[in-house]
């Protein structure tokens, strides 16, 4: 790893799915999203394009990479199963892997002995509160767990206030010029389109001025709207990048991207989007 700069891949929205195979299962939500899964988002993903992506990114240097939500289509333990066997290739060393739920991840509610996200990819978020990774001596990485089972029409997430506090006292204790880069599922942030308010943080406001008033924290990385995007927020003693790297697996000609490669220098960071 580089002491002066670092290249993250930032992938998100994966979307392994499964059909769930008992009858109890289907009496939920799940019905709702195998139904729009079978109608509508099949055909955008062949399975080609998982081991097509994963082959890309294994080939490719990096230093970190990001996950930021949606492994899964239904929170089905069959799916987490799928992509943990076949993002293999690429999470062979946990410290260089970092990956927070979606809401797809949390799609019903668990109990604690059934949640299939930690089960399968806990190691790569913790069981802290906040995911924390020391990337270099400039920058370190946080990650939110934002993901909240919701009712059927509705897939909005919130960010608990421990998790801002515990983000703030992590970023304390760090020297005052490091950097900090923030994943976390949902969009602060909608440049090309209006607000659903079904589809985003709860607390959204919130967030949004926390942020505004959290300098240290130069780049946000997200997933959720699938449609890619990169843009800066100029805040008054600030700039945030900000960058949607969701879905890489599907085939959507209108999307300038599949995933993201980001350099981050000590005062520089570059967005590269990449399409395969």
């Not at 099949?42 to 230093?63: G, N, T």
Request: net charge neutral; glycine share 4%; proline share 4%.
């Amino acid at each position: 790893m580089s002491t002066d700069s670092l290249t993250i891949l930032h992938l998100s929205d994966l979307h392994f799915s499964a059909y769930p195979k008992n009858w109890g299962q289907w009496f939920s939500k799940r019905l709702l999203g195998a139904t729009n899964w079978w109608l509508n988002r099949s055909s955008k993903y062949p399975a080609q394009r998982y081991h097509q992506l994963i082959e890309v990114v294994r080939q490719m240097d990096w230093d970190h990479l990001v996950i930021s939500g949606d492994l899964t289509q239904l929170a089905l333990p069959e799916e987490f199963a799928r992509a943990r066997m076949a993002l293999r290739p690429v999470l062979k060393d946990q410290e260089r892997v970092s990956i927070v739920p979606g809401n797809h991840d949390y799609y019903v509610s668990e109990t604690e002995e059934s949640d299939n996200f930690h089960s399968y990819f806990g190691s790569f978020f913790g069981k802290n509160e906040i995911h924390t990774r020391r990337l270099n001596q400039d920058w370190h990485l946080i990650g939110w767990h934002s993901a909240i089972p919701t009712s059927w029409y509705n897939a909005s997430g919130c960010v608990r206030r421990e998790t801002l506090k515990a983000t703030d006292k992590y970023i304390q204790q760090q020297a005052t010029d490091t950097r900090f880069v923030l994943v976390n599922h949902y969009p602060i942030s909608f440049p090309d389109r209006e607000h659903d308010t079904k589809h985003e943080l709860l607390n959204l406001e919130q967030v949004q001025y926390w942020l505004s008033n959290r300098p240290k924290i130069r780049l946000y990385l997200h997933g959720h709207i699938h449609h890619n995007w990169h843009h800066v927020q100029q805040y008054s003693s600030h700039s945030l990048h900000i960058v949607n790297s969701a879905s890489s697996t599907m085939i959507d000609e209108n999307s300038a991207s599949s995933f993201h490669r980001i350099r981050l220098h000590k005062d520089q960071i570059q967005v590269e989007p990449i399409s395969f």
